[in-house]
Each structure stands twice: as structure tokens, then as C-alpha cells.
């Protein structure tokens, strides 16, 4: 199948050069082509340019943009989507006061969810985590990692990993699993963290490396959960089988996490909301990426990333949703751009190159997706009549969409 999108007011995140990160003041570049076309054959990008040059291309599915933006679709590099249930009782019991550490200790939290997840069956979890999926795919998302850390025990987490598979082949967004084992630390181990880190180390991870659908290792390391011991011993457990680094880090306490995750050649540190000038110097020593989740600093009312900070030092920032029940309920990205440029201070151009290229580059899958360039995998968003991509971010909850495009499907 061909498709031809022409006549296109501005072509966001053209790179002629196969780009795999954005760094710095670099992010505030924003390659963009006016009146442009796009053409695509199968699942891959095959040309573009103004439209004097579209003469002579013909395809099968022609897509007139008149008016229109076109964009790469969304790359959501942290997200826990597949869950059982809601958390609206805890959504309630923080509007009367309650802090999530205290809906937490009490046996909500992480813990309630995995309850919940325990008792649901594998097809029902499944069915609710593909309703989910379709959703943010017609919000613009193409490419999407999902976390386990809802199970929190062997059998719970497996059957978390063979939804996540069972979504990849069902779907045609692009779905990066990660193994989240270590998230919280479950009831039948709350004053035995050790025997709990050894079966995730000596059972979990061989059991799920076996099944090869994850390639990556997470850990949330924070105060109440997992130490800095903690989570260097479970990250090397990972790494003797191949699962690289991508941690929650310094979402409430800066416990030395960031240093630890460069140190282990994380693909990325996740959260941020506490940020220490020595955080950003440890940032400076290696490839690792920072992730900003302003969904959760919003839901949770709490500090937002600093990302100013982050990218004046040079550094590169990806934006993600971390879209999961208990805090942050929401996978729209466009919300989360927006949200970027609102409460992070970046500029609309900054935030979509952390939401695109940069998105890409935290799962791992950057030479592929991100940007608009030959040979990349055709997700391809097309938004709603606007004149500037800035719109965006500008008309926060609204729906900016029109099409969507995913591996070269026109799917809305
Ligand atoms: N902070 C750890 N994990 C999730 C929250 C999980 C939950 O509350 O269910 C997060 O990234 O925000
Ligand atoms: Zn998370």
C-alpha cells in the first residue's frame, strides 16, 4: 500500500540524516518543511520535499493536508498500561488530604493495583490493557513502552510480560516491554525486602529472560521501596541477562540513583522531580537519557522536572506520560507536551523533539522512529486545521489530531 499526504502546511521533524537524540540547545531546532508532501510505501518513509517537487509520484491512497500539520507520531517512552481496575478511591482520598505516601502505607498504592491485577484473569487484563492501547494510539502515540510492577509475583509478573507480547503482536504501535519486578515491595514481604530481591534475582529474571520478550530491567529506587543496594543488586541480576537499565529515580528523594544508572549504562532515568546539581554533573559522564513525567507531577501536585536545568547543561530530555492508575492516569501525549512547555519551561519546539526523537532514543528504537526521515517506519500523525505546530502545546486538552498512520496503516 502507497500513500501520498501532499499539500502540507508545515512537515514537523524532518532530519535528511538518520538523527537518533537531541541534545541541548540543539533541541531547540526544529527542522520543518512548508507546503510539503510525505510519501510512504508499506510500513517505511520513503520520500518527502515541497511540493514542486511531488510531480510525477503516484500512490494509491492520496491524503490531501491542505491546512494541516505532519508530524512523527508520538514515541511514549514510560508507561505501566497494563493494570487491572482504577484508583479513583485514592484519586478522592488525595483530594481530602491524604499524601501518596500515606495512601501507600496504609496498603494502597502499588500494592492495591497488584491486588487487583492477582485477581484478574489474563484475558480479562489484557482485553482492559487493549482498550487502553487503542486509546492512545488515536491520541498520536506510535511507539509505547510498558512497564510490569503490578504483579509482584512470579506467576503475576509473567502473566503481566504475556499480555505486554500478546498487545505487541496485536497491535501496530511499536510496544517496548520492560520488567518492572522491583517496584514495591509486596505484603508477604514487608519485613523480608531480602527474601523478595532474591526471588526476583535468582527466579523472576531467568524465568522472564526465558520467555524473551523484555530486554529491559527497571527499579523504582526510592525511600519505602528500593535502596541504592537494592537496586545495584537486582540491576546487575538484569544485566548478566542482557536487560539493560531504564529506572524510576528521584521521584521523592534523591538517593544517588542517577549516578547509579549512568554508572550501569542505563538506557534511561526516569521521574526527576528532585534534581541535584551533582544528579546533572552524573548525567554529563554518560549516554543515558533523563525522562520528565509532568502528567505525575500534575496528578500528584509535586515538584516538575527541571528541565531548564537539564537541557541548558547540554543535556538531552525526553517527556513521557507514565501513564498508569495511581499517578498519572492519563496517556495523552499531547497533554504532557503541552504540559512541557507550560510548567517545564521548554519551548513547543524543545518538547516535541523530547516527545518524538527523543522518546525514541529511551526505548532504544531511535534509528527507526522519531523523525521523518527515509527509511524510517512510517507513524505518522496529521493533525487538525492549525497554521503553526505550536498549536499543539498551545490548546492544551484539546484534541489536535485528525489521522493517524501506523506502520504505514491509516488507522483514524
Ligand atoms: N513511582 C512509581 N511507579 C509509578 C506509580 C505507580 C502507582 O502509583 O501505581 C510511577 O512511575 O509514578
Ligand atoms: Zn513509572
Known sequence: ??????????????????????????????????????YIVDDTIIEYGVMEDCEGIHAE???????????????????????????TSEFVDRINGLSYEEISNKGGGILNSAKKLQETSEEELFEQSLKRLNELIAMGTGAVEVKTGYGLTVEAELKMLRVIKRLKQESLATIIPTLLAAHAIPKDYKTNKEAYIKLITEELIPQAAALNITHFIDVFCEKGYFDIEDTETILKAGQAYNLRPKIHVNQFNILGGIALGVKHNALSVDHLEELSSEDIEALKTGDTIPVALPGCSYFLSMNYTKARDIIDAGLPLAIATDYNPGSS??????????????????????????????GAYAMGISSMYGSITRGKKANIIITKPMKHYSEI????????????????????
Open 61 to 87: 491512497k492520496i491524503i490531501d493536508a491542505t491546512g494541516q500539520i505532519v508530524l512523527p507520531s508520538w514515541c511514549d517512552s514510560h508507561t505501566h498500561l497494563v493494570y487491572a481496575g482504577d484508583r
Open 329 to 358: 492516569p492519563s496517556g495523552n501525549m499531547n497533554f504532557i507536551v503541552s504540559a512541557a512547555c507550560v510548567k517545564l519551561k521548554m519551548t513547543p519546539e524543545e518538547a516535541i523533539n523530547a516527545a518524538t526523537i527523543n
Open 393 to 412: 502545546p498551545y490548546a492544551f486538552a484539546h484534541d489536535p489530531i485528525a489521522h493517524v498512520i501506523i506502520n504505514g496503516q491509516l488507522l483514524k
Open 1 to 38: 500500500m502507497s500513500i501520498l499526504i501532499k499539500n502540507i502546511q508545515q512537515l514537523v521533524q524532518v532530519h535528511e540524516h538518520n538523527t537518533t537524540i537531541v541534545k541541548g540547545s540543539d533541541m531547540k531546532t526544529l527542522p520543518v518543511l512548508e507546503n510539503a508532501y510525505l
